[in-house]
DNA sequence: TTCAGATTTTAAGGATATCTTAAGAAACTA
DNA sequence: TAGTTTCTTAAGATATCCTTAAAATCTGAA
């Protein structure tokens, strides 16, 4: 799962940064409001944290262009502010949920769960041939019988089941699993193709396919 | 698409290239100001990609006079300075666009589809006859079934189906989809026509025209 | 803290698909 | 028909991927 928080001061980013890592979400930090924008328009974030006041274009314009975009992804404001005017103009502005600060980690936490459980409580169990994957619990299963993956391993298999049918291209899935952005020489996408197909006891072009030059493919049959 | 890159830290402009070739665009990577210059005057580029800071002439000089000859190629800016005022120095000097690093992939991406959009269009699926191509996932699809393709035949098709109904010069294609600018000599598009009409199950005329002399042309029945 | 075990990442040689070249056959043009 | 261009096939060169093992990093318990 990935997050973008849109805040300026970095001793509340980097604390929420850190945190949510923690709890393994993917996390993008923008200290400004033009970036924070271009940002979450990109799509790739399954959750926007907006600061209410923010060097540049100001939280609730990004929300409110942000959900012109994209409808089902939930927004939660952080704000100091607390009056009832403010947060109904932040809620019309099309937020999902709001915080005041300061606020308790867990507190967040529990509200960022919250939102992501009824988007996900529809899609959260996918399939591949006779793979099984169930967000929720974060567990695998080949034939009803339980296999265990590391987080990462689990993070790749939810990419390419979550785009089943479509070819993931090798810059897409680094990113998207391992958040990295540049300098990428590295084979560890390979490493962890080769310990899924064997942890799932696929042959090499089984369920999982190579597109050679391009990346991988889930796909049934 | 041809894309030149200017950027002198290796480790940027290969992740740059792998990712924007598996968009199948053809990639040219300067790593010196004088070299950037005269390969972007060669105006051989759909798109250039320039860092602010490179040894030799400097981006903002690169961008100046490639303006002067060129006044419709798009140049966007990569640049790790955020000062208001060097960006507006960059825009000035006749950029398009820029962007700042540390960046997402994905919205470098969306930033070029942006630049390139009012000339090649917005399609990223196209067809020809019962041959469906989609860019995005990079698929090939006769009769809804999937083709697999190899980069190069992916690149070739895409070529001759952006440029649905006009002739295509084998120069052109050369240039376009394997980067050779000398030594016509070769006999690759030949192969790689070939095999695409093997894969695609075409008989010779159909489809995908032999023009004697001059090249090959997509055209529906 | 320190240590052991698990996970993640790096590195390198072998395996394999793709790319390119080359050459003879076939088809077209004049 | 002669000459040119394209088609087709095969094989060597190249690039990418697979696989393994070991190094680095992380995690949790003593």
Known sequence: MRILIVEDEPGISNFLKQGLEEESFAVDVAEEGNIGLRLALSGEYDILLLDWMIPGVSGIE??????????????????????????????????????????????????????????????????????????????????????????????????????????????RIIESVWDIHFDYNTSVIDVYINALRKKLMLRNEELIKTIRGVGYMAKDE
């Open 62 to 171: 990004i929300c409110r262009q942000f959900r012109k975009a994209f409808q089902d992804t939930p927004v939660i404001f952080l704000t100091a502010k607390d009056t009832v005017d403010e947060t109904i103009f932040g809620l019309q502005s099309g937020a999902n949920d709001y915080i005041k600060k300061p606020f308790h980690f867990e507190e967040l936490l529990e509200r960022i769960r919250v939102q992501l459980r009824p988007k996900s409580g529809e899609h959260n169990e996918f399939t591949l041939g006779n793979i099984k994957m169930d967000l929720n619990t974060h567990q695998v299963f080949r034939d009803n019988e339980e296999i265990y993956l590391t987080q990462k391993e689990f993070a790749l298999l939810e990419y390419l089941m979550v785009n089943k049918g479509k070819v993931c291209r090798r810059t």
